[in-house]
């Protein structure tokens, strides 16, 4: 499997483990809805990253290219968002594929750095998430000590 390939998949099933926590996190962090959810921020980041490797990863033909934005909308259904609550989340992924789609036209060896350092970035997010929000059993990956 190709460096980057290994690098997406990666980042895919991160991603797919902050879904499974932050799905199981929600109830209990939606005592207080006049608060913002303490991992909005990253979520946020997160959102922006999907959109960024969105357009990076279609331009470069990347095998997952088609899945980012089915990714995204899973990462907001897990979060049981719709209407007012889901808008931001949407407005920082269309941020995020619209910041990296202003200068690339073509796929090259930077756009395909700033794809990897995209990857890089999701999955940090993704380990801060699961980290500080997981409860041990809901994720597949393992809490620090």
């Known amino acids: 499997m190709p460096k980057g390939s290994a690098r997406q998949g990666a980042l895919l099933l991160k991603i797919l483990a902050v879904f499974v926590t932050l799905a199981s996190a929600t109830p209990l962090l939606a005592a207080d809805a006049t608060q913002p959810p303490p991992y909005q921020a990253d979520l946020l ?3 922006e990253v999907l959109g960024a490797a969105a357009y990076l990863d279609g331009l470069c033909g990347g095998p997952a290219a088609a899945d980012w934005r089915a990714k995204m909308a899973a990462l907001l259904d897990a979060q049981r968002l719709d209407g007012p609550a889901r808008r931001p989340y949407v407005e920082a992924f269309n941020r995020g594929h619209r910041t990296v789609s202003v200068a690339p036209r073509a796929c090259t060896s930077s756009s395909r750095s700033v794809l990897q350092r ?28």
């Open 45 to 47: 980041r997160l959102s």
């Open 118 to 145: 995209y990857f890089a970035e999701g999955a940090q997010l993704s380990e801060r998430l699961d980290q500080r929000f997981g409860r041990a059993g809901d994720s597949p990956t393992a809490p620090l000590p």
